[in-house]
């Protein structure tokens, strides 16, 4: 099992940015896409921002132009930015990736947008 730790969360207001890191115990995130998702309460999580191995980016098109997603493959590391904050982006935001061996979730952490 492979541990994927978030962290930057909190609160901040409309307009505000954050960014979340995602950091994964061993060397993964090189060979690997990289995903972050998203679940509000009483909604279905949802896919936010994706970067491939080969550092190719896709976004859900409500971020779209707001959030960033990036690697540090020598800190096994993969960041969302996340700019322009909107009460309707409050959530907790997991880390996604997976290989051969299966997929694995980091623990999530809060995003809180006040408005």
């Known amino acids: 099992q492979v541990q994927l730790v978030e962290l930057g969360g909190g609160l901040v207001q409309t307009g505000g940015s954050l960014r979340l890191s995602c950091t994964a115990a061993?060397?993964?995130?090189?060979?690997?896409?990289v995903a972050w998702y998203r679940q509000a309460p009483g909604k279905q999580r949802e896919l936010v921002a994706r970067?491939?191995?080969?550092?190719?980016?896709s976004y859900v098109d409500s971020v779209n132009g707001r959030f960033t997603i990036s690697r540090e493959n020598a800190k096994n590391t993969v960041y969302l930015q996340m700019n322009s904050l909107k009460p309707e982006d409050t959530a907790v935001y997991y880390c996604?990736?997976?290989?051969?061996?299966?997929?694995?979730w980091g623990q999530g952490t809060q995003v809180t947008v006040s408005s």
């Open positions: 996604n990736s997976n290989d051969l061996r299966g997929i694995y």
């Open positions: 061993i060397r993964i995130f090189s060979f690997n896409a």
């Open positions: 970067i491939t191995s080969g550092g190719s980016t």
